[in-house]
């Protein structure tokens, strides 16, 4: 799970570079509602890579690190997704990222199901903790 640690910091860290860029760099190059999104681009990345890292914390916990590494998977793929999509609407002329976002919303959604499941499942090698 270290892999998973190592992404999950990795992008807090750049999670927080985009967060000053969108702070102080693009105030002046974007509207107010591009900011917004910008902003929300930067929460969301933030909110999971900190998933990330828990994820990788769970998986010394005797959770099952199949289902583990299906949400930090879907974690990652709502990442690229979702905020990926999010920054290019912002930093770009394109608009075809707009229709890819939810998607990256349903990653996320099911990062969380599996989540849920990994808590609730019993584990025949940890005695069912």
Do not use: N
């Not at 999010?86 to 989540?115: E, K, N, Q, S």
């Amino acid at each position: 799970m270290r892999p998973v640690l190592a992404a999950g910091a990795l992008l807090a860290l750049l999670g927080v570079m985009a967060g000053a860029f969108g702070a102080h760099g693009l105030r002046t190059l974007v509207d107010t509602r591009g900011l917004e999104v910008f902003q929300t681009a930067v929460t969301y990345q933030i909110y999971h890579s900190f998933a990330l890292v828990l994820v990788a914390m769970l998986a010394g916990m005797g959770l099952s690190r199949r289902l583990l590494k299906w949400a930090a998977g879907f974690y990652l793929t709502g990442i690229l997704l979702f905020c990926g999509s999010l920054y290019l609407l912002v930093l770009t002329d394109l608009r075809w990222p707009g229709p890819v976002t939810p998607a990256g919303g349903i990653c996320f959604m099911v990062g969380w199901g599996i989540l849920v499941a990994a808590a609730l499942r019993r584990e025949s090698s940890s005695g069912g903790a």
